[in-house]
């Protein structure tokens, strides 16, 4: 997410949300046919996307090509057996993987690599077998509920944040972000939580499917203030320019690998 201030000029805004609506209206549509399609179409996006965060992350942090490598073959495997039901092969998985830590241990990597290393696997492993939860255990509407809220409440605080923004969010985390961008992006989230509710997209009682569009959109910004946290350690602006005007995999996953555990979690209390 980004959060322009107010004295940003308009034509620099303008050409900034060209860049994000002409990648949006390619990759939306291409995104939640892959959704409706099933289990194993999803799976195959959320390993394209995963593994493609977790190299953006290993190369910001310098992890090196081991730590690549094995993180790699962690995230697939971990959604393979996922996909397949093999519960006990996913619980022995962990193991697996600290015990082939020494053959692939570089040794001018560090006791801190390796460990930012384990640290963000973890971190997209809980959030992609979450997503892919979401999708099987409640369908397909709770899914598209789920992502339709993320990319709302993220364009409306955008927004609201370059045209509106003052008072800064998480100053020392992300300069740009701000507290009118972020309770607008609540603020505008809500009706369209309704509308959605009344088209049969959101598949919950009113007040549920409110509270459900408002936690997530909180949870959002928080998942998005923790990357943004890891950037700034390393001084950048976006993981990567993959995706022109949304950065790389690592920004578009944030809010999405932060959020989804929760979710899952409200959903199983909620239905």
Not at 65 to 82: A, D, S, V
Request: hydrophobic share 55%.
């Amino acid at each position: 997410m980004i959060q322009k201030g107010k004295g940003d000029s308009v034509v620099s805004l303008l050409k900034e949300l060209k860049r994000r609506v002409l990648t949006a209206f390619i990759l939306i549509p291409l995104f939640l046919g892959i959704l409706y399609l099933g289990k194993y179409a999803f799976a195959a996006l959320i390993i394209v996307f995963i593994t493609g965060a977790f190299l953006e992350f290993a190369t910001l942090y310098d992890l090196g090509i081991r730590i690549k490598i094995t993180g790699m073959i962690w995230l697939i495997t971990l959604i393979i057996l996922t996909v397949f039901e093999r519960t006990s092969l996913v619980i022995l998985l962990p193991l697996a993987y600290f015990f082939l830590i020494p053959f692939f241990w570089n040794k001018g990597d560090s006791i801190k690599k390796l460990s930012l290393g384990i640290f963000i696997l973890v971190y997209l492993s809980f959030g992609a077998v979450t997503v892919y939860f979401i999708r099987t255990f409640f369908g397909f509407y709770h899914a598209l509920s789920f992502f339709l809220i993320i990319w709302t409440f993220d364009s409306a605080a955008y927004l609201s944040g370059s045209l509106w923004g003052k008072r800064r969010l998480a100053v020392k985390i992300s300069p740009r972000k701000s507290v009118e961008g972020y309770l607008l992006g609540i603020l505008f989230t809500v009706p369209i939580v309704i509308a959605m509710k009344y088209i049969g997209i959101y598949r919950l009682p009113l007040v549920k499917a409110i509270l459900g569009g408002v936690f997530i959109s909180i949870l959002s910004q928080v998942g998005d203030l923790v990357e943004s946290a890891m950037k700034r350690e390393v001084g950048v602006k976006d993981s990567s320019t993959i995706f022109p005007g949304h950065g790389g995999f690592l920004d578009r996953v944030d809010s999405i690998v932060f959020t989804a555990p929760f979710y899952f979690i409200f959903l199983l209390r909620v239905i």
